[in-house]
């Protein structure tokens, strides 16, 4: 499965502009010949925007933007994973969704991790981990930032069958070592493919880091990003996948009953 990882500025507070900004990007990496486009976290309406306006704009799992992100991916023959404050009823969640090429919801899933005042002023932990979902040949989970910063959020997922963790992110200066050293040790500790798909600029306090990255299972950049904007594409080939859990046994040699 080709991906497509989008780095950029994260945008206004407005959800009509967010799926523009989706609708044109889905465009590029479909162009690119990419089957998966991930977008950065809460991308349809950025992310340190307050909690008011978060409040203000947040939509049911089954909101308008779920229909038009829907229409998108369909459009462009693409599979999606974009962010958005997801309202529960008195909660507000920071959510994203996977859309296969046909526009069907195949995950939803609420940061569980919350990094921070931003975080905690804002939104709702989540109170599960992701599902494991099929998609372009690989078995797929998601997780949110900060969530991929515990070891144990990785592996519980690759137990769970997921060769492929993709994770929407705003990190800032100064945690460049979380893409630096971090994603990269959790691909090659539990043989997934890991893509951290961030931002860069600025945004309220924050300067986002850039340096989005889709790592192999053996924890070797696929492709990397810089700190400028750009659209990241990487092949996700299941020889790969191989290849490293023949070599590579943390998996098979676990010894939970220590733990």
Same mark, same amino acid.
Request: negative net charge; proline residues 0%; aromatic residues 0%.
């Given at each position: 499965m080709r991906i497509a990882l989008l780095q950029c500025e994260p945008g206004a507070p407005d959800i009509?502009?967010?799926? /523009?900004?989706?609708? !044109? *990007? /889905?465009?590029?990496? !479909? *162009? /690119?010949?990419?089957?998966?486009l991930v977008t950065p976290e809460m991308f349809l309406t950025g992310y340190a925007i307050g909690a008011d306006a978060v409040a203000r704009l947040a939509e049911p799992a089954d909101g308008p933007a779920a229909r038009e992100a829907g229409a998108i991916a369909r459009r462009h023959g693409i599979a999606l994973l974009y962010g958005w404050p997801e309202r529960a009823?008195?909660?507000v969640y920071n959510s994203v969704r996977l859309l296969d090429a046909a526009g069907t919801t195949l995950a939803v899933y609420r940061k569980t991790h919350l990094f921070g005042d931003v975080d905690r002023a804002q939104f709702r932990a989540g109170d599960a981990l992701s599902p494991v979902v099929a998609l372009g040949g690989l078995k797929v989970a998601l997780a949110i930032c900060y969530d991929i910063e515990f070891p144990e959020v990785a592996r519980t997922l690759a137990v769970a069958g997921a060769e492929a963790i993709l994770v929407p992110t705003a990190n800032m200066a100064p945690f460049e070592s979380v893409a630096a050293r971090l994603v990269p040790a959790r691909a090659e500790e539990n043989t997934v493919f890991v893509a951290y798909a961030n931002y860069v600029g600025h945004e309220a306090d924050f300067g986002y880091c850039g340096l989005s990255c889709v790592c192999a299972p053996d924890g070797t950049d696929l492709a990397r990003a810089g700190t400028g904007e750009t659209l990241l594409v990487a092949d996700l080939e299941r020889a790969r996948l191989v290849a490293a859990r023949s070599t590579l046994s943390y998996l098979r040699d676990r010894r939970p009953e220590l733990y």
């Open positions: 009509a502009e967010g799926l /523009a900004r989706l609708d !044109a *990007a /889905a465009s590029r990496a !479909a *162009a /690119a010949g990419a089957g998966l009823g008195d909660a």
